[in-house]
């Protein structure tokens, strides 16, 4: 098989090879090292969730069916996927508040916050499927519902929220079209089963709403986990960020 055709058959590996390369060249722009820091942090948090089809292998076929290389139900996109996802979903947001937004200095326990709040979520997953029977639809909904326990958490993020809510789905159906456009059968992986496999705007709507609530949701759940605060009007730079970091990290 030659180039062409591997990029015609296998459009869902490329794709995220070329979302990877642009991803890392925007975490790149970000001019604080601890912004960047956190961005990869959340891509290799979302690791895991590669191996979702691996686990679940029947609930999204309703839905879509990529083309994996040697046919399998698992494949080196999904974990590049998995992280292309986990670090672009705050990016957006990230930028918006660079010149306030706090990573804290003083370790937390991520491990525990983690758990804390994937296990319910994956739990509402299970309980949504087992009723609906449609993965997508069951990934939606348990998304919103994630929101709501995290921003009770965190409500201070509700801004930085809402800029994730809003930026990631851009960007992601801004990738969308764009791959739409190089590679016009990648259409076809998914099914035009309604609601979620109508197009709008030439993309289906399961795509937006995911995007939309892991949005929200990603951005609260990265500042639960890694302690982020956004500064009261006071812009941050290089040599004030440890300052501010270490006093947020200390409770003061």
């Known amino acids: 098989m030659n180039v062409p055709q591997a990029l015609g058959t296998y459009p869902y590996l490329f794709w995220n090879v070329l979302w990877l390369s642009g991803l890392l060249l925007a975490v790149r722009s970000l001019s604080l090292a601890s912004h960047r820091r956190l961005i990869v942090r959340l891509g290799l948090v979302m690791l895991p969730n590669g191996l979702f089809s691996l686990a679940y292998p029947n609930c999204w076929k309703e839905y879509w069916c990529p083309m994996r290389p040697g046919g399998w139900v698992l494949g080196p996109e999904d974990i590049l996927f998995a992280f292309n996802v986990g670090a672009t979903a705050c990016l957006a947001a990230v930028w918006l508040y660079r010149h306030r937004l706090i990573v804290a200095g003083q370790p937390v326990a991520h491990t525990g916050r983690i758990l804390t709040v994937g296990i319910p979520s994956q739990c509402a997953f299970l309980v949504l499927f087992s009723t609906c029977r449609s993965g997508i639809a069951a990934m939606i909904l348990a998304q919103f519902l994630a929101v709501v326990p995290v921003l009770l958490l965190r409500r201070d993020l509700w801004r930085f929220s809402t800029a994730g809510g809003f930026g990631f789905p851009l960007i992601y159906c801004g990738l969308l079209r764009t791959v739409f456009c190089i590679w016009p059968g990648f259409l076809s992986c998914w099914k035009s089963t309604p609601p979620w496999g109508r197009l709008l705007f030439g993309i289906p709507l399961g795509e937006i709403a995911w995007a939309v609530g892991f949005g929200l949701f990603w ?34």
């Open 219 to 252: 951005p609260l759940f990265a500042g639960y986990v890694f302690d982020l605060r956004l500064s009261t009007g006071r812009r941050i730079s290089g040599s004030t960020e440890a300052a501010l970091a270490c006093s947020y990290g200390q409770g003061t």
